[in-house]
């Protein structure tokens, strides 16, 4: 019988909306493991459910208060030492508060345009994971095991 215990680390990353311009907040990500523009998020901490941890990266990373985060789906890959790194992806439109940069890096508005055509750095399967945020049809971005260094197979449910 398959093993049915599996060690999971849990994340989050929250797309920031203004619901006027359409433009999307990012943090321009200094971290060496994942570097480049992405969306706020974070581990999540012992003691808080998920959604929790939405509201306090967001906070911590933006300075914003966000309210009603949306749940839109989630990104999935296994590691090497057997456990699964799972990224619950919200969405919001509604926030109140000033921006300001913290400790991961640089915050700024841009656009989805611009985050595809070029303009920045982006982490690795961060492009591929955008339609989870935008297309209701797509609640998951599996990503495959990496084999000899090998790039993931990707695959959208």
Not at 128 to 150: C, H, K, Q, S, Y
């Amino acid at each position: 019988m398959a093993e049915r215990y599996t060690p999971i680390e849990l994340t989050n990353m929250i797309m920031i909306e203004n619901p006027v311009t359409h433009e999307v907040l990012v943090e321009d990500r200094q971290n060496p493991k994942w570097p480049g523009v992405t969306f706020p998020g974070g581990h999540v901490e012992v003691g808080e459910t998920v959604t929790q941890s939405v509201f306090r990266e967001a906070r911590e990373e933006t300075g914003l208060e966000i309210e009603a985060p949306q749940l839109m789906g989630i990104k999935e890959w296994p590691l090497e030492n057997g456990a699964r790194y799972i990224v619950f992806l919200y969405k919001t439109t509604s926030y109140s508060g000033a921006i300001h940069s913290g400790r991961e890096g640089e915050i700024f508005w841009t656009t989805r345009e611009k985050l595809l055509d070029g303009t920045y750095v982006l982490p690795n399967t961060f492009a591929e994971m955008l339609p989870v945020f935008d297309d209701p049809a797509i609640n998951e971005l599996a990503l495959g095991a990496r084999v000899d260094g090998e790039a993931r197979t990707i695959s959208w449910q």
